[in-house]
């Protein structure tokens, strides 16, 4: 009886992941239409991502990029979807053979993630300081952007994002560098290297 009651619970669930696929697959594709998001050949979302782009705004993704979204897919803890968040005349660029893990990724200026780049869940990268340093802008209701910073941000080819990193403004993180899960960036990565820590730092370099 216990196996018999096995087999159903996995069968229903076998069942339910594919029916939420379909659903899924027909969600993110009216949201990639509806936000003019460019998606090259073979581009897999498991899951539902989330797409903002804001008038001026351009979101791109290379060929056989692929997202994991929420509780179903890369089971690591702190499951969510993919937020792809590009403000007004900002460009987020993604290359090809890229994968990306529920994060969240606020565009204001220029982010760039060039081919075979991987990024762990729950990693966070921002372009903006999405405040003034100025106390008194802060303060008011409706806060000018015009004296926010920011910055464009470049993850070079091949690096690998540890997960719950958070990668702030300004940065550049080297080919085929890695930095280790947890980290917080705050300045330039060189290639092959890997990084970890907060602040982020040089832990060694990598062989050839």
Not at 107 to 114: G, K, L, P, V
Not at 160 to 189: M, P, Q, R, W, Y
Request: glycine share 8%.
């Amino acid at each position: 009886m216990r196996y018999l009651i096995k087999f159903i619970v996995r069968t229903a669930n076998k069942m339910f992941l594919i029916l939420f696929n379909l659903f899924a697959q027909f969600v993110t594709y009216l949201r990639l239409i509806t936000n003019d998001v460019t998606v090259g050949f073979h581009f897999k979302s498991f899951g539902i991502p989330v797409f903002d782009v804001e008038k001026g705004g351009k979101l791109i993704f290379g060929d056989n990029c692929r997202l994991n979204n929420g509780r179903f897919y890369n089971r690591i803890g702190r499951q969510q979807s993919c937020y792809f968040i590009v403000l007004k005349n900002a460009t987020l660029s993604i290359g090809s053979n890229v994968g990306i893990s529920s994060t969240a990724i606020v565009c204001s200026d220029h982010i760039t993630i060039e081919d075979d780049v991987k990024i762990g869940g729950n990693t966070v990268i921002y372009d903006t300081d999405f405040h003034s340093v100025d106390a008194s802008k802060r303060a008011t209701l409706t806060e000018e952007q015009t004296h926010i910073i920011s910055k464009p941000v470049k993850i070079k080819k091949c690096a690998f994002i540890g997960a719950h990193t958070t990668i702030l403004k300004g940065i550049t993180i080297g080919e085929n560098s890695i930095i280790g899960a947890g980290s917080v960036v705050t300045k330039d990565i060189p290639d092959n290297e890997i990084w970890g820590g907060n602040p982020c730092k040089f832990i060694k370099k990598l062989s050839n």
